[in-house]
Nanobody
Framework: QLQLVESGGGLVQAGGSLRLSCAAS????????IGWFRQAPGKEREWVSC????????FYADSVKGRFTISRDKAANTVFLHMNNLKPEDTGTYLC?????????????????WGQGAQVTVSS
């Protein structure tokens, strides 16, 4: 059974950092495009970042560019989202999603596998 599990969320002050993990089971994450999305209360789910198969290409939403970094650990079968200089507007539930590759996809409807989400709260 293909499964994605997020971890690493929490409460942090503005300017702080967090690292989210997206651990995959039942499939090899290196052959899947992995995307990160987030959803704030009362708002639509928005795309944040994605990494292509084998980590060849990475993409970021303008709102997080320069602050967030997505990476892939093949041995751990895990994708990470390193978040620095966090802002209150980064608050939300962060979800990772996977789909067979090869290239990044920015539309949430294109992803077939989703994790349960991790809460990130940034206080001002």
């Amino acid at each position: 059974q293909l499964q994605l599990v997020e971890s690493g969320g929490g409460l942090v002050q503005a300017g702080g950092s967090l690292r989210l993990s997206c651990a995959a089971s039942g499939f090899t994450v290196d052959y899947y495009v992995i995307g990160w999305f987030r959803q704030a209360p009362g708002k639509e789910r928005e795309w944040v970042s994605c990494i292509s198969i084998r980590g060849g290409d990475t993409f970021y939403a303008d709102s997080v560019k320069g602050r967030f970094t997505i990476s892939r650990d093949k041995a751990a079968n895990t994708v990470f989202l390193h978040m620095n200089n966090l802002k209150p507007e980064d608050t939300g539930t962060y979800l990772c999603a996977g789909q067979l590759g090869p290239s990044c996809m920015f539309d949430l409807g294109r992803y077939g596998y989703w994790g349960q989400g991790a809460q990130v709260t940034v206080s001002s």
